[in-house]
């Protein structure tokens, strides 16, 4: 028997309520809240929350001597066209030059690593 259920996976950054949207515009759903937590709600999914983190740092990729700590994975049909749409919304690319691989790394606009597989 658990001991719990998970209720949100939250992302420390320096400005919620943007990063809220970015990841709206990736996922679908709808933006809830202001100031130093915002929620994400997911149609069908997990919700998504926001945290304002001063002095926020964002992890390194790869970094064999830091931890990433976390990294979300984003199932898609299409790797070109779900990479054009998150690079758009400001995404940078970590690891996407491999083209024969079903994955891609890429970092949110506040420096979270994601990846989008066609898995």
Same mark, same amino acid.
């Given at each position: 028997m658990?001991?719990?259920?998970?209720?949100?996976?939250v $992302?420390?950054?320096?400005?919620? +309520?943007?990063?809220?949207?970015f990841?709206?515009?990736v996922?679908? !759903?709808?933006? %809830? *809240? %202001?100031?130093?937590?915002?929620?994400?709600?997911?149609?069908? *999914?997990?919700s998504?929350?926001?945290?304002?983190? &001063? !002095? /926020?740092?964002?992890p390194?990729?790869?970094?064999?001597?830091?931890?990433?700590?976390? /990294? $979300?994975?984003?199932?898609? =049909?299409? $790797?070109?066209?779900? %990479?054009?749409?998150?690079?758009?919304?400001?995404?940078?690319?970590?690891?996407? =030059? =491999? +083209?024969? +691989?079903?994955? +891609?790394v890429?970092?949110?606009?506040? *420096?979270? &690593?994601?990846? $989008?597989?066609?898995?």
């Amino acid at each position: 028997m658990a001991l719990a259920e998970l209720g949100v996976v939250v $992302l420390d950054c320096p400005d919620p +309520r943007a990063l809220a949207g970015f990841y709206a515009e990736v996922l679908g !759903g709808t933006v %809830e *809240g %202001e100031g130093d937590w915002v929620d994400l709600k997911v149609p069908g *999914g997990q919700s998504l929350a926001f945290q304002a983190a &001063p !002095g /926020h740092v964002p992890p390194k990729w790869p970094a064999p001597a830091a931890s990433q700590q976390f /990294h $979300l994975d984003l199932t898609v =049909d299409d $790797l070109d066209s779900a %990479e054009q749409g998150v690079l758009t919304l400001g995404a940078k690319p970590l690891d996407a =030059d =491999d +083209r024969s +691989r079903s994955w +891609r790394v890429y970092a949110d606009p506040a *420096g979270h &690593p994601f990846c $989008l597989c066609a898995c």
